[in-house]
Each structure stands twice: as structure tokens, then as C-alpha cells.
T-cell receptor, first 119, second 112 residues
Framework: DADVTQTPRNRITKTGKRIMLECSQT?????MYWYRQDPGLGLRLIYY???????NKGEISDGYSVSRQAQAKFSLSLESAIPNQTALYFC??????????????????FGPGTRLTVL | GEDVEQSLFLSVREGDSSVINCTYT??????LYWYKQEPGAGLQLLTY?????DMKQDQRLTVLLNKKDKHLSLRIADTQTGDSAIYFC????????????FGKGTKLSVKP
């Protein structure tokens, strides 16, 4: 079984609808992330969570919200979807960064992605 | 600049060497990474280099680091069609709370 899973894998929705993307992990990692990928723009960080009670905005959090229901689960919501949120969304996890929050090795493990289309 | 820079496309013939270049932003980034994204999949760590090294070799992969110029490169020897993918350079700059900052990715196409 995959260590990081995302549901759904594909979703088509309409402008104004509320959408939730879910991520689960079995790696026992504290840190979880949501990214979006757009052609030519690479990966941009939406939200990240250091643990269940620590959630932080990333580079492009406007229009998104998250919920860390448990160590293993991190959900991304689009409260009112708009067409420019059409993208590929990835969840990722990593172990706690040793030695504090800088200067440390941070391998991230990615889910397979959710392709979201907003019409 | 403020972004991790990579060229967007590279095309090579099977059997040739591929060199993917990256310019990162923070000379104090302790680790620098190369991630690979195969078609239809998420990213996977391919290799990394610690900042006190200037070269790391792992089978067909060679990573070169020039800290003075903040330049990172990935060389793939004897490139195969299975190496066709998008390759992302990433760093963890000071103040990023240990988060990775990714380049935009280089799409490598390998022609038979």
C-alpha cells in the first residue's frame, strides 16, 4: 500500500462549489504539506502543518483552507472553487526537522496527486 | 534573484549525457535536492547533496555544487528513455522553517 494517499485522484467541479481534497499517510510523519502544480510554475506551497496543532500558511493560501484531523490526515478545502484553481494538487509528508527548523535534512514524500478541474 | 531558477526543457538522445542546471537563492542552504516527477506521478527524491560537498556521485547520477555561484547541477550519464521526467531542484533557505523551495522544474525528453 502507498505511504501517502490522496482522494479523489480526479475531480471536475463547477465554479462556486465547495471541494475537499483528502490526504492520508502511514509514514508516522509529523509534517504535512499541500502544494499545487501548474505548468511552467513548478510547485507552490499552499499550507503546511508541523503537527496537529500547528498549521501555517504557505505562499498561496488565499482561497484555500486546511484541517489536520489527526497526525495521519490533512485535508485541503476550496470553499468556493474558481477556474484559476484548476491545477494538480499534491500532498506531501516529512519527518520532523532535526535540530530545529533550519539547517536540516528534509526529504518529503509525495502522494500521487489530485487533478482538479473547475469549470 | 529570489527564485530557484531552472531551464524548463531539455532534450537529449538516448545514450547521451544530460545536464540539468539550477541556480538557488541562499548560500546558507545546508542541503540541496533533486526530485524527479515521472508522468502521472508525484515527486520522488532522486538525490541530495550536503553543502560541505562539491560533488556527489551515485551510479549514473553526478551532482555538482558551486556554493560561490549558488549553482547546482545534475548529470545523468547514459540517459535512457525511462529518465524522461520533470526534474526539480530544491533548497531549504534560512527562514523557510525547513520547508523546501522548489524550482519550476526541467522537463527532460529522451529521444531514441
Amino acid at each position: 500500500d502507498a505511504d501517502v494517499t490522496q482522494t479523489p485522484r480526479n475531480r471536475i467541479t463547477k465554479t462556486g462549489k465547495r471541494i475537499m481534497l483528502e490526504c492520508s499517510q502511514t509514514k508516522g510523519h509529523d509534517r504535512m504539506y499541500w502544494y499545487r502544480q501548474d505548468p511552467g510554475l513548478g510547485l507552490r506551497l499552499i499550507y503546511y502543518s508541523f503537527d496537529v496543532k500547528d498549521i501555517n500558511k504557505g505562499e498561496i493560501s488565499d482561497g484555500y483552507s486546511v484541517s489536520r484531523q489527526a497526525q495521519a490526515k490533512f485535508s485541503l478545502s476550496l470553499e468556493s472553487a474558481i477556474p484559476n484553481q484548476t491545477a494538480l494538487y499534491f500532498c506531501a509528508t516529512s519527518d520532523s526537522v532535526a535540530g530545529g527548523r533550519t539547517f536540516s535534512y528534509n526529504e518529503q514524500f509525495f502522494g500521487p496527486g489530485t487533478r482538479l478541474t473547475v469549470l | 534573484g529570489e527564485d530557484v531558477e531552472q531551464s524548463l526543457f531539455l532534450s537529449v538522445r538516448e545514450g547521451d549525457s544530460s545536464v540539468i542546471n539550477c541556480t538557488y537563492t541562499d548560500s546558507s542552504s545546508t542541503y540541496l535536492y533533486w526530485y524527479k516527477q515521472e508522468p502521472g506521478a508525484g515527486l520522488q527524491l532522486l538525490t541530495y547533496i550536503f553543502s560541505n560537498m562539491d560533488m556527489k556521485q551515485d551510479q549514473r547520477l553526478t551532482v555538482l555544487l558551486n556554493k560561490k555561484d549558488k549553482h547546482l547541477s545534475l548529470r545523468i550519464a547514459d540517459t535512457q528513455t525511462g529518465d524522461s521526467a520533470i526534474y526539480f531542484c530544491a533548497e531549504t533557505p534560512t527562514g523557510s522553517q525547513g520547508n523546501l523551495i522548489f524550482g519550476k522544474g526541467t522537463k527532460l525528453s529522451v529521444k531514441p
